[in-house]
């Protein structure tokens, strides 16, 4: 379509906008067209849509302002904008006597003078990052002892907020998602211009954008995501008439929508008119024609609704009396005068003075309006509060606003700020919640009783975004998701005929197979993953042998409160919801020492992101149970909550795993990984950190000498294609760093997950994709990570063993995917609560449930079938039994002869048990006792666990592994062992490796020999 639409397009553009109905970009160009009488039509819509979202909001006819001071932080920039005046060379400064920053003492005597002068809000205007381009600035901050321009603005920010009580609204441009988090806590809004999104001007020799990086329309998107991820009020806005086109216009309006509509962060949308200004590129380029700067305010308003806060600055048009300028804005719907100052003038415009607060108020009448101040933060948000306002800022902002009647949320009348304490939450958990926690400190027993309050958390309809945008941009954006065999071809994804290329592959050098060809294999079905899942087992071989390893540990959530917004977790919590829980530092340790008398010896640590949470909070929990329980192997903290305690500590990453371990943090749970690619991360979550944080956080630990896990879960908005990569991101790390211990697949668990509740994800991975997975990770990872977990709690019964569903194809021997670990072994797990999505704190304060007892023997014991016997003896072999917490007698002993049994029945050579198990807890001698060994060992070293010793108690007949089962009689007590002692192995391991993990190692190869008919099924 031209850019100079027929008058008919017009009429039918207008004639929908008047109906209310929905516009796309090319009617929206359209009507950035209307002049004349389809103009004053278009305004005229504009104005209504905008006098219905006040109704709604609760504030009939009020337009509002606010208050401020302009901070001009520092003038220097690294951008080269052609139509700039603000921006300044370090020479010219120099001139003039001014140093590349304001001083601090500066900052505060603009801000003392405009509080005294009534104004409520502090806007930092800057430019972006001046210390890469210009040495001076990095010398300067150098000297104060500031390693960036964002730290000096956030310290400033506190200053301001501390000794004035003004309300910073900062706006230093390209922020990245960590300084934005880092910024948040000081400042109730932010902002940042996104002008416009077309790459033309930003990539085009002589064009308003070239030479800025800090002007692509990318990156800005970016940040304008990242605000919302984050939950902070942010404004942003169109800069009209800097060359861009009329479609351009549109698009740039329509992507401002898309992102509020997602998060609903968005808190205000500037409609900025271009003015010339002298000595600029830009200076003999027109200013912006008032008619076409009206449609695009009208424009703006009728696609981003009644609920959007639409501005015009007021300085930029004319203010006189006869003008009708300023009148005009208001008829096309604006309801924001944006930021007016009574004493600094606007430094981006200062040739454009601000009209008097008489005069705007009289123009505003004049409209049958009423204006009003406001805050920096919007007052949706003010009344709504966490999670758009941090806690720390939370008192200064509530000490300047109404708090009820129709103007709750805006400024209180007559009200004049002054400094209030600004400082992170300190007292640790003892000082916040007592000895006795918040909360449903017992929800972890009483979901099996009572059950949850509600079955989703109270702000579900709001936090996690907008679920149409979502859905639509789901649709739109992501790539297809891998069909059955017959649809593959139409999806691009390999078909079978390309197998066996792809296997040979495979089997020649695993661990670098290319991407075509691990595609191929991760998509491959019948036979041929068959085929891939043998090769997997073969490497498990190679790589651990037939060893089977597990943990005992107890998992202590020590709060669900949390406002990030992910939205597969059915665990998150408001504070306020009926279900919210935070537990003391003495709960806390109470729990790690019921555990450890039980037997497990490690704990794994992980909460929500509670805004009011201490950032030393995370070294408190880990010396709380070090100290409690020297012995415990403390095994915590995502690096979601990494990052949440180096921000609020201010810390490095670095400096603060270091802190953490000094506190008693032993290893780094890989969680908050889902998958490492952006755009499903943002899918899956709304304000997680992104991929190359989580990469950063990771390789930092393995630098500083704590080793992690990795985790990856599929089978939501994903495809096989992200599960490759994801596995190479994994790859390249261990490459360089060698800190994974393990590799933990985690199948989405569909039940209560908000996203799937909302229709946006699929409902978990096939039975297919959990033997893809499991095998391709098996062979990607060959020769990089050793073990290869499965999450039995999430796959089940029938999901840990896939034989009961593809026997006929499973040769007998062979386990189908890999695996060599089958998960923690949580004291008293709750299943339930796990499958509801809810990984919330495991028992240890009572035995398992009967039925948690018996899936779990189910799972590792031998099936009915012969077939499946044989297979259930492989498996404990290949996949492990990671995942037995000894919550009783018969879990801590039986269970584990059970299992020895079992690959005993099927194997041709008979491996040896030694109970190393009682032993450290009990004082008992071991002894060897037949078929498998339990020895104990630092999770540290679980990619090359020692082998156990030699015992030298003959083999058993080939007789007696038909005839008998040669199960002992079950222990009588927790005091003494059921086995005599006779025959001692060699020494065990220390005590400090007994404490730390426990291992079930097989001491020799189970090839498959037979069918056990002869062992029946466990009951």
């Not at 001046?130 to 002892?145: K, M, N, V, Y």
């Not at 555990?595 to 009011?612: F, H, K, R, S, Y």
């Not at 499958?835 to 009915?864: E, F, M, N, Y």
Request: proline share 8%.
């Amino acid at each position: 379509m031209s850019e100079q639409p027929t008058p008919q397009q017009v009429r039918r553009a207008l004639a929908r906008a008047e109906r209310g109905a929905a516009l796309d970009v090319p009617e929206a160009t359209v009507l950035l067209a209307a002049r004349g009488e389809d103009l004053d039509r278009l305004c005229a819509a504009a104005a209504r849509v905008r006098d219905a979202g006040l109704v709604a909001a609760g504030r009939p006819g009020v337009v509002t302002y606010s208050p401020k001071v302009f901070v001009p932080v520092t003038r220097l920039c690294r951008d080269r904008c052609h139509y700039c005046t603000f921006v300044t060379v370090p020479g010219k400064l120099a001139k003039e006597g001014r140093a590349p920053y304001l001083s601090p003492d500066e900052i505060l005597e603009i801000a003392r003078r405009g509080a005294e002068l009534g104004c409520l809000e502090a806007l930092f205007t800057l430019g972006d990052r001046p210390e890469d381009r210009w040495p001076e600035a990095r010398a300067w901050l150098d000297e104060q002892g500031y390693d960036s321009t964002l730290a000096y603005v956030r310290a400033m920010a506190v200053r301001v907020l501390e000794e004035t009580g003004l309300l910073p609204h900062l706006n230093p441009g390209v922020m990245s998602w960590e300084e934005m988090n880092r910024l948040k806590p000081v400042s109730p809004s932010m902002g940042m211009m996104l002008e416009t999104t077309s790459r033309r001007l930003y990539e085009d020799k002589g064009q308003a954008h070239f030479g800025s990086p800090d002007k692509d329309p990318e990156v800005r998107l970016r940040v304008l995501e990242d605000a919302g991820r984050l939950s902070i009020p942010f404004t942003t806005g169109l800069l009209v008439g800097i060359g861009e086109t009329l479609t351009e216009r549109a698009e740039t309006i329509f992507a401002v929508r898309a992102t509020s509509r997602r998060y609903g962060a968005v808190q205000e949308v500037i409609v900025q008119n271009f003015r010339a200004k002298p000595d600029t590129a830009m200076r003999d380029t027109d200013d912006l024609e008032l008619e076409e700067y009206l449609a695009t305010i009208a424009v703006t308003r009728l696609v981003l609704g009644p609920k959007a806060r639409v501005q015009a600055p007021p300085n930029l048009v004319d203010t006189a009396p006869d003008s009708g300028e300023c009148r005009a804005l208001l008829d096309a719907g604006i309801d924001d005068w944006g930021g007016v100052s009574p004493l600094t003038p606007d430094h981006v415009n200062p040739e454009r003075p601000w009209p008097s607060l008489d005069r705007l108020r009289e123009i505003t009448a004049g409209a049958g309006l009423d204006l009003q101040p406001r805050l920096t933060v919007h007052p949706e948000y003010v009344r709504q509060g966490e999670p758009w306002l941090d806690p720390r800022v939370s008192a200064h902002v509530a000490a300047l606003a109404t708090d009820d009647g129709p103007l709750a949320g805006l400024a209180r009348p007559g009200v004049r700020p002054t400094g209030l304490p600004w400082q992170e939450p300190d007292g640790g958990f003892a000082h916040l919640h007592g000895r006795g926690g918040t909360g449903r400190t017992d929800l972890h027993t009483e979901v099996d009783t009572t059950g949850r309050t509600h079955d989703r958390r109270s702000d579900f309809d709001d936090v996690y975004g907008d679920w149409d945008e979502l859905r639509d941009a789901v649709v739109r954006d992501a790539p297809a998701v891998a069909g059955p065999p017959g649809q593959q071809k139409r999806h691009g994804l390999p078909r079978d005929h390309d197998g066996h290329a792809a296997l040979a592959a495979a089997e020649a050098d695993p661990g670098n197979l290319s991407d075509e060809h691990a595609l191929t294999l991760m998509t491959a079905e019948g036979e041929l993953l068959d085929q891939v899942c043998r090769l997997a087992d073969a490497l498990r071989r190679d790589a651990v042998g037939d060893d089977v390893t597990y943990v005992v540990n107890r998992n202590i959530n020590f709060t669900n409160v949390c406002y990030v917004g992910c939205r597969f977790c059915a665990f998150a919590q408001r504070r306020t919801d009926a279900d919210a829980f935070s537990l003391s530092l003495g709960q806390v340790a109470d729990r790690a020492e019921e555990a450890w008398q039980l037997g497990a010896t490690e704990v794994c640590m992980q909460g929500g992101i509670d805004p009011e949470l201490p950032g030393t909070a995370y070294f408190d929990l880990a010396a709380a149970v070090k100290q409690r329980v020297p012995g415990m192997h403390v095994h915590a903290f995502s690096p979601m909550e990494i990052v949440n305690g180096a921000t609020r500590t201010g810390l490095s990453f670095e400096d603060f795993l270091i802190k953490a371990r000094e506190s008693g943090l032993g290893s780094v749970p890989g969680t908050a990984a889902e998958i490492l690619d952006d755009d499903v991360r943002w899918v899956l979550t709304k304000g997680k950190l992104p991929t190359q944080t989580w990469i950063d956080v990771i390789t930092t630990a393995h630098r500083v000498g704590i080793p992690t896990t990795s985790t990856m879960m599929y089978g939501h908005v994903d495809n096989p294609r992200h599960w490759v990569q994801h596995l190479r991101v994994l790859s390249r790390i261990q490459d360089e760093t060698g800190g994974f211990t393990e590799f933990v697949p985690l199948p989405f668990v569909h039940t209560s997950a908000p996203i799937y509740l909302a229709g946006v994800a699929r409902p978990g991975p096939t039975l297919r994709d959990n033997l893809a997975v499991h095998a391709l990770a098996r062979i990607l990872l060959h020769g990089r990570i050793h073990n290869i977990q499965t999450s039995w709690v999430k796959l089940g019964v029938d999901g840990t063993h896939p034989g009961h569903a593809r026997r006929r194809r499973q040769r007998p021997g062979r386990h189908p995917d890999g695996g060599d670990d089958l998960a923690d072994g949580r004291l008293g797990a709750r299943l339930r609560q796990d499958r509801r999505g809810a990984r919330g704190d495991r028992g240890g304060h009572r035995a398992p449930r009967p039925a948690a007892d018996h899936d779990v023997r189910r799972a590792l014991s031998r099936p009915p079938d012969a077939t499946e016997a044989t297979r259930a003896s492989r498996q404990t072999g290949g996949l492990g039994v990671r995942g037995l917490g000894p919550g009783t007698d018969q879990v801590r002993c039986d269970l584990l002869r059970e299992i020895a049994s079992t690959a005993a029945a099927a194997s041709s050579t008979t491996p040896v048990i030694t109970c190393w198990y009682c032993t450290p807890r009990l004082g008992l001698r071991p002894r060897p006792f037949g078929m498998i060994t339990i020895t104990r060992a630092p999770r540290t070293a679980s990619r090359g666990l020692p082998r156990p010793p030699k015992s030298d108690v003959p083999p058993m007949t080939a007789a007696a592994t038909e005839n008998s089962r040669m199960l002992p009689a079950p222990r009588s007590s927790d005091t003494e062992c059921d086995v005599e002692p006779s025959r001692m192995p060699p020494k065990a391991p220390n005590d400090e490796q007994r404490t730390n993990a426990v291992t079930l190692m097989c001491t020799t190869s189970m090839p498959a020999r037979r069918a056990a008919s002869a062992l029946p099924p466990v009951a």
